[in-house]
């Protein structure tokens, strides 16, 4: 009914993004820029000729005043740098649509009596495997021994009472202990298609079997053939 199978060859893949000031504080330090130039350019032209401003406190504010245009032309910079920053995940995350990729999960899809995991274990160790359906309804339970590091579970789509079931979304669940009886963890991962991305959000984000995941949470995107 089932088979643990050693993961296939994969290649990692991985993204960052970034966030700056918003432009209403942009906004707000270019009013304060405006009145410091119209303060500063007052304060020369009532000043007494007989008595100057004094150099060390002109000196002073011309810096203040080169600080504040700084700060500026820095926000506009790093405006530019984000709004790059997101094409370029959008035409990354694009690229992606089809492409077989494996995400931290355990939700996968029932296809023709095959659906797949991917389990990780720190340790040798017997797992207790509980399959259920998009409503809650257990499909199958079984134990098995899972090595340490990462195999694949296949599942025919097969109950306990060789029911077959339809077609759809089934989640594992797994828990483990080892030679001692000590709870050791497993985890679970799918490896499926990319369906779609929405653009509209901020990362992107992958519609992979029913559920959405930015792509800081891909593990791994599988070459085509293995």
């Not at 002073?60 to 032309?73: D, G, I, R, W």
């Not at 077609?167 to 298609?193: E, F, I, M, R, W």
């Amino acid at each position: 009914m089932t088979a643990i199978s050693p993961l296939t060859s994969t290649t990692s893949a991985s993204s960052s993004t970034a966030s700056v000031s918003s432009a209403l504080d942009n906004t707000e330090i270019a009013s304060n820029f405006t009145t410091f130039l119209q303060l500063l350019v007052t304060q020369l032209q009532n000043q007494d000729p007989l008595s100057p401003m004094d150099t060390n406190q002109f000196t002073q504010q011309l810096v203040e005043f080169a600080s504040v245009e700084q700060q500026m032309k820095s926000n506009d910079s790093l405006s530019t740098l984000v709004t790059l920053e997101q094409a370029a995940q959008s035409t990354s995350a694009l690229a992606l649509v089809g492409a077989t990729v494996v995400v931290n999960g355990s939700t996968a899809q029932l296809n023709n009596g095959q659906a797949s995991w991917t389990l990780t274990a720190a340790k040798p160790a017997t797992a207790t495997i509980s399959i259920a359906d998009s409503t809650g309804r257990t499909a199958y339970t079984g134990t098995f021994t899972v090595n340490s590091g990462t195999q694949n579970f296949i599942w025919d789509g097969r109950g306990n009472d060789q029911t077959q079931w339809p077609n759809g979304t089934y989640t594992l669940t797994a828990t483990a202990t080892d030679a001692s009886g000590q709870t050791t963890a497993v985890s679970t991962q799918v490896q499926a298609k990319v369906d779609a991305v929405d653009l509209t959000q901020t990362p992107p984000l992958l519609s992979i079997n029913g559920q959405n995941y930015t792509m800081s949470q891909l593990q791994m995107i599988v070459a085509p053939g293995t």
